[in-house]
């Protein structure tokens, strides 16, 4: 069985057109039955193999077909462009009976038959009946060139015989399905074209956190083996906290500010700071980063796997303000300074922070 199929497809509006439809719309890009009738049908633009004498294969509708519905395929083939049938159905009665009588029988009911046509061009008619509350809705069409068919390695005296053909196809159909299916196992396995079930099992198989969105999965998933490198050091909790919230952090490591470092200017405010617990650091982030609580404690959880085995992290939320002697954030619009003689009158806006007064402050 060849692995490799040519596929016609039809699935949005723009290759809809050149068609003829009956009791159907277009909605967004599919064909839906229209309101109040029960029975639509497609005469879809015709399909050029460019080659004489070709055998066309299998068709497989992508249609909703809900339950007091159904679907019927009509087919023909020649190596002849021109079918005055075909330039003359606006002038024809637009009920089933007129497909029946331009085409013949039907190939078969159902979404996915198989051809016995050969010719350069292709005609499909598609008949969607519907009589419930929901309606038929053909989403595409897929026309399988004809490859390896399991008649193909009988004796030429069963080749010709319709019955054989369409009983094999049955299970050559099933086949094909199965060869596709191993064919599509690396397309599946690659972040940019896997479904979204897939990518959330890569996801998983790969550690990578699968509460992401699906575009972020596809664009982590390629490099994930490369940031595990470096994922439990500074640079990779780095990348994890901003992935996380967005803000990029500042980590202070406790052989950085070790208390009985013979250098260390300060041994008693870095204990008060930072304690003497070689394996916890201090992860500073300013204060505005989490809107609620829940967010916070989500985060913290979440960075329980991300940080080295046998380690504590503190969360150390730096206020825009200054304290002397403690975790000190200075922002751009932060200043130190002294007070400020002011003239207050009747221009003067005094605010809720303006401090007046003060009876030491001249001495």
Known sequence: MSATQSFWNLCCAEQWKGGVYWSLELKDDSLQLCDGAFEGIAFLPPLDSREAGFRWGRVKLSADIPRESGVRIFARASDDRVWDEWQALSGRPRTSVTVREIFGDAERQGDDVWLSETGRWLWLAVVLTGGGAEKPRLNGVSVLADSDH????????????????????????????????????RRQLDPAGANPEM???????????????????????????????????????????ERLTGVSPWIVEHFAVDPNDPDCKDPELYRRLYGDDPYRFFLLLPQDTFGKQRQMEQFLERMEELIPAETEMELVLLKPCVQLNWHTYLGINSRIGDYVTAVIDESVTIHYDTTIGGEDYER
């Not at 010709?160 to 094909?176: E, G, H, K, N, P």
């Open 150 to 185: 399991m008649s193909d390695y009988l004796p030429a005296v069963y080749q010709q015989q319709d019955f054989t053909y369409r009983f094999l196809s049955v299970f050559t159909a099933m086949m094909q399905d199965m060869e596709d299916g191993i064919e599509g196992v």
């Open 199 to 241: 990518l959330h099992y890569l996801a998983n198989w790969l550690r990578t956190d699968p509460s992401d969105t699906e575009e972020e999965l596809r664009e982590r998933l390629p490099r994930a083996i490369d940031e595990y490198e470096t994922m439990y050091t500074v640079e990779g909790i780095k990348r994890s906290v």
